[in-house]
């Protein structure tokens, strides 16, 4: 049973199919929904990115390291805040999903993941690149 809806607007749809498409190009990622209607992007089912959706406005979240996190909230007019209740593990959200940087979102998202991997994945990931 679900206590809250899933991501309809949209508007929530679209960054979803984009955030989907980076997610799923690591190794071994999974998509799940919580009973809150978030959804989340893990690897060994720990999340690196979360989505939400407020008055059909869609939310997004993403696992950074602590220094990454400290540059990107001390940039002046920055579209990032400390992610409420987990931003003290790095987490940090876009204000606003209408102007995205996606290159420095997809950096973020990489960085996120390589947070979250097991070593194996990321030495075989590594392994791979040209």
Same mark, same amino acid.
């Given at each position: 049973? +679900?206590?809250?809806?899933?991501?309809?607007?949209?508007?929530?749809?679209?960054?979803?199919?984009?955030?989907?498409?980076?997610?799923?190009?690591?190794? #071994?990622?999974? #998509?799940?929904?919580?009973?809150?209607?978030?959804?989340?992007?893990?690897?060994?089912?720990? &999340?690196?990115?979360?989505?939400?959706?407020?008055?059909?406005?869609?939310?997004?979240?993403?696992?950074?390291? &602590?220094?990454?996190? #400290?540059?990107?909230?001390?940039?002046?007019?920055?579209?990032?805040?400390?992610?409420?209740?987990?931003?003290?593990?790095?987490?940090? +959200?876009?204000?606003?999903?209408?102007?995205?940087?996606?290159?420095?979102?997809?950096?973020?998202? #990489?960085?996120?993941?390589?947070?979250?991997? &097991?070593?194996?994945?990321?030495?075989?990931?590594?392994?791979?690149? &040209?």
């Amino acid at each position: 049973m +679900s206590h809250g809806k899933t991501l309809a607007s949209e508007q929530s749809l679209l960054l979803l199919d984009k955030v989907r498409t980076i997610c799923t190009q690591y190794p #071994e990622v999974t #998509e799940s929904t919580d009973l809150f209607g978030h959804i989340s992007f893990r690897v060994n089912d720990k &999340p690196f990115v979360m989505m939400g959706e407020k008055d059909d406005i869609p939310t997004m979240s993403i696992k950074t390291a &602590p220094s990454t996190q #400290e540059f990107l909230l001390q940039q002046e007019d920055g579209n990032y805040s400390k992610t409420r209740y987990i931003g003290q593990h790095g987490w940090v +959200s876009l204000r606003s999903v209408t102007d995205i940087n996606w290159e420095e979102v997809k950096d973020l998202i #990489e960085e996120g993941y390589g947070r979250t991997a &097991p070593k194996r994945l990321l030495r075989a990931l590594h392994h791979h690149e &040209p």
